[in-house]
């Protein structure tokens, strides 16, 4: 059977309740063209707007379909919340909804990934493109991470802290999301062994960092601004009615 080349699209419009989508991609000629694609063609099983992917196509009595369709990246959404408009912190002022923060995950895991896999990859020892390598990393460290009980109770959670002075008032509330810890990660699957030379000083880093909670940051409009280790009990969880206390 001919095998044939994945084109390259994204995810422009999505029906949940009818399970549909389109990609659109352009064609060879410059041209940009749209394929439908049921739900049950994603190998996620989850249909993302704006989701970058690479797909078949297979002939259909009212046009091309998508079929085979890998999800290869995306760029996070965030919804806006009226309650936070006017306060004197309004870090929180958008915020992730459950969809988005998976969203938000994959792109910064692969972010990450996908810089160091282009730093150590060897085609000798690696079987795939440094894209699909990355990929297939970034789906192993979200699943390692939900399987540690700990972590899977706590990512996710919207957290707040005070920098600054507390005691004169002079203090600011930073607001994050924590999110899945890749020190924890890699320094029990070691991802890369055979790759790189990892010192024992790194290692024992490595393995520090594993112990804390993975913490992103972000600015008043909902950019990502940081990423940190911290204490779990130097947090705070943050919530609706706890925004509507302060």
Sequence with gaps: MEVTRKLFGVISYVNEPRGFCFIVARQPTGEKKSWFCHVTRIDSGAMLKGARCYFNEEPNERGAVAINVEIRDVVPKFEKTAGCVGRKDRHWSCRMTDISFYQFEVRRLLHTLTE???????????????????????????????????????IGMKV??????????????????????????TAV????????????????????????????????DGTLSFTTWEKLEDLTQYTESSNAAD
């Design 189 to 220: 699957e070691e991802p890369f062994e055979g790759l790189q030379e990892v010192s024992a000083e790194d290692k024992a880093r490595w393995q520090h960092l594993a112990t804390l909670t993975m913490v992103s940051w972000f600015l008043a």
């Design 160 to 185: 707040k802290r005070i920098n600054g002075n507390r005691g004169t008032g002079a203090g600011h509330v930073e607001y994050g999301v924590i999110v899945n810890n890749i020190a924890a990660y």
């Design 116 to 154: 160091h896999c282009h730093e150590v990859y060897d085609p000798s020892k690696v079987r795939a493109t440094v894209a699909d390598w990355a990929y297939s990393l970034a789906r192993s460290a979200m699943g390692f991470c939900f399987k540690d009980e700990t972590m899977e109770k706590t």
